[in-house]
């Protein structure tokens, strides 16, 4: 079994900063690519960054020069630096891994959520 463990959400002001932290757990051969989705209330869950084991990075344009995705491939875990913060980037977060459980078995898992508030 594998778990993704979020954590560093909370309630910040309008220019305020925050870190998101999510560990993967449990049955792994190998972490693939990991990144951090969002999903405000009645929109879709989007893309905010992706980050591949080899650091290559992909991220959203909204939050460009903002935040900074980072990750710990020892401790598989993968780390959101959200500075500025804006009302707008109020949503639940969503940590996401491709990883092999076996050398055949790749999976999309997903985070249980983190909620970010942003107060103007």
């Known amino acids: 079994q594998v778990q993704l463990v979020e954590s560093g959400g909370g309630l910040v002001q309008a220019g305020g900063s925050l870190t998101l932290s999510c560990a993967a757990s449990?049955?792994?051969?190998?972490?693939?690519?990991m990144g951090w989705y969002r999903q405000a209330p009645g929109k879709q869950r989007k893309l905010v960054a992706a980050i591949t084991p080899g650091g290559g990075t992909n991220v959203a344009g909204s939050v460009k020069g903002r935040f900074t995705i980072s990750r710990d491939n020892a401790k598989n875990t993968v780390y959101l630096q959200m500075n500025s913060l804006k009302p707008e980037d109020t949503a639940v977060y969503y940590c996401?891994?491709?990883?092999?459980?076996?050398?055949?078995?790749?999976?999309?898992?997903w985070g249980q959520g983190t909620q970010v508030t942003v107060s103007s």
């Open positions: 996401n891994a491709h990883l092999y459980r076996t050398t055949l078995q790749l999976g999309d898992y």
């Open positions: 449990g049955s792994i051969f190998r972490v693939d690519a």
